[in-house]
């Protein structure tokens, strides 16, 4: 940009403001992926060949950049070839997405990979703790090097750094990733108790169990109840996993199922599928309820699924003239059935 052009701005400040908020943060990153296509600041200068920036503007782009490259180096920033990244196996955050894919694919084709990826060095290589979405999209534009912090994370550490900072991250989680994620988090959390030598005599396996369930509830604000459903999501087959994860079943549901055998859960996917049958909490507690006595065949579990005679719920209306002599809170209202059916059931004994 000229000596005459800086003139112009100089002089005329109110218009070249105009002028250059209209086209200013797209030509900056035009120059900041010229940036970081390696291009130096005098070719930039020379193919920059509109008037909205000056050469005191594209100074400031790469003095930001060189203070952000030599910043990020402070803190173990590397750009690792492709070939040097290896995924977590088995990790259970789905990539597979093509909508929000498209979207990060964009995002990277404009401003790069913003967040650096997080691994640790494992086997000579570097293992992907965090950001399996960003490599995978950055590949899919074309990508062979990657911005990434390193950890140096043990075995434990690695898999919980990777639950933690997934489960805190994503916008959206489905169930089945979720419960995965708590798995491997309770996994990790009970081997660290193992090296402590926690002594059996005084914690048994269920106390540690809890203990561990606790932690997580804790740390991800998640009732023990929630907890225990999620981790028993483990327990279904892949139809039963998929019809939780499209809302067809809820976490009560998939808790009770998730005790039959895998026969059993077979014929229920196929029904509801192919039935396109709905199945509600009454129905999969009287499943697992008979499937611990007995083998539930196709035929059994189709007259569950269409039984006329299974409970329904009855509704009574009182007024609250009625019930003020007896109850103070009317808000409770699992008191008040608490207290009429025991009422009911001492009349009957």
């Given at each position: 940009m000229g000596n005459e052009d800086e003139k112009i701005y100089k002089e005329n400040p109110h218009i070249s403001r105009i002028i250059r908020e209209a086209k200013l943060d797209e030509v900056l990153e035009i120059v900041k992926q010229w940036k970081r296509e390696g291009k130096t600041k005098e070719e930039?200068?020379?193919?920059?060949?509109?008037?909205?920036?000056?050469?005191?503007?594209?100074?400031?782009?790469?003095?930001?950049?060189?203070?952000?490259?030599?910043?990020?180096?402070?803190?173990?920033?590397?750009?690792?070839?492709?070939?040097?990244?290896?995924?977590?196996?088995?990790?259970?955050?789905?990539?597979?997405?093509?909508?929000?894919?498209?979207?990060?694919?964009?995002?990277?084709?404009?401003?790069?990979?913003?967040?650096?990826?997080?691994?640790?060095?494992?086997?000579?290589?570097?293992?992907?703790?965090?950001?399996?979405?960003?490599?995978?999209?950055?590949?899919?534009?074309?990508?062979?090097?990657?911005?990434?912090?390193?950890?140096?994370?043990?075995?434990?550490?690695?898999?919980?750094?990777?639950?933690?900072?997934?489960?805190?991250?994503?916008?959206?989680?489905?169930?089945?990733?979720?419960?995965?994620?708590?798995?491997?988090?309770?996994?990790a959390l009970k081997d660290e108790k193992l090296k402590e030598k926690v002594d059996k005599d005084i914690m048994n396996d269920n106390q540690r169990d809890l203990n561990i369930r606790k932690a997580i509830m804790k740390e991800n604000s998640v009732s023990n109840g929630n907890i225990q459903r999620y981790l028993r999501i483990n327990y279904l087959n892949q139809d039963l996993q998929e019809a939780i994860d499209n809302g067809i079943i809820n976490l009560k549901i998939a808790e009770h199922l998730s005790f039959l055998r895998k026969e059993e859960q077979n014929i229920i996917a196929n029904y509801i599928k192919f039935k396109n049958a709905k199945i509600n909490e009454s129905q999969a507690k009287r499943m697992k309820e008979k499937s611990y006595n007995e083998y539930l065949t196709k035929e059994k579990i189709e007259e569950i699924f269409t039984n006329s005679n299974l409970s329904k719920k009855i509704s009574i209306l009182f007024d609250e003239f009625e019930l003020e002599p007896f109850f103070d809170d009317f808000k409770n209202k699992k008191m008040i059935k608490r207290t009429i059916l025991n009422a009911l059931e001492n009349k009957n004994s």
């Amino acid at each position: 940009m000229g000596n005459e052009d800086e003139k112009i701005y100089k002089e005329n400040p109110h218009i070249s403001r105009i002028i250059r908020e209209a086209k200013l943060d797209e030509v900056l990153e035009i120059v900041k992926q010229w940036k970081r296509e390696g291009k130096t600041k005098e070719e930039a200068l020379e193919m920059m060949d509109n008037q909205i920036l000056i050469e005191s503007d594209i100074d400031k782009i790469y003095a930001d950049n060189e203070i952000a490259t030599e910043n990020a180096n402070q803190h173990n920033l590397l750009f690792l070839k492709d070939e040097e990244l290896i995924d977590y196996e088995n990790q259970p955050f789905r990539t597979d997405n093509e909508e929000d894919n498209k979207e990060l694919e964009d995002s990277i084709r404009v401003n790069g990979i913003i967040e650096p990826i997080i691994v640790r060095p494992y086997q000579g290589k570097y293992q992907i703790l965090s950001g399996h979405r960003r490599r995978k999209c950055g590949r899919n534009i074309g990508l062979t090097e990657f911005p990434c912090y390193v950890r140096e994370k043990t075995d434990d550490e690695a898999k919980l750094y990777l639950v933690d900072t997934n489960l805190t991250s994503r916008a959206i989680i489905k169930p089945t990733e979720r419960a995965k994620a708590y798995l491997m988090r309770k996994q990790a959390l009970k081997d660290e108790k193992l090296k402590e030598k926690v002594d059996k005599d005084i914690m048994n396996d269920n106390q540690r169990d809890l203990n561990i369930r606790k932690a997580i509830m804790k740390e991800n604000s998640v009732s023990n109840g929630n907890i225990q459903r999620y981790l028993r999501i483990n327990y279904l087959n892949q139809d039963l996993q998929e019809a939780i994860d499209n809302g067809i079943i809820n976490l009560k549901i998939a808790e009770h199922l998730s005790f039959l055998r895998k026969e059993e859960q077979n014929i229920i996917a196929n029904y509801i599928k192919f039935k396109n049958a709905k199945i509600n909490e009454s129905q999969a507690k009287r499943m697992k309820e008979k499937s611990y006595n007995e083998y539930l065949t196709k035929e059994k579990i189709e007259e569950i699924f269409t039984n006329s005679n299974l409970s329904k719920k009855i509704s009574i209306l009182f007024d609250e003239f009625e019930l003020e002599p007896f109850f103070d809170d009317f808000k409770n209202k699992k008191m008040i059935k608490r207290t009429i059916l025991n009422a009911l059931e001492n009349k009957n004994s």
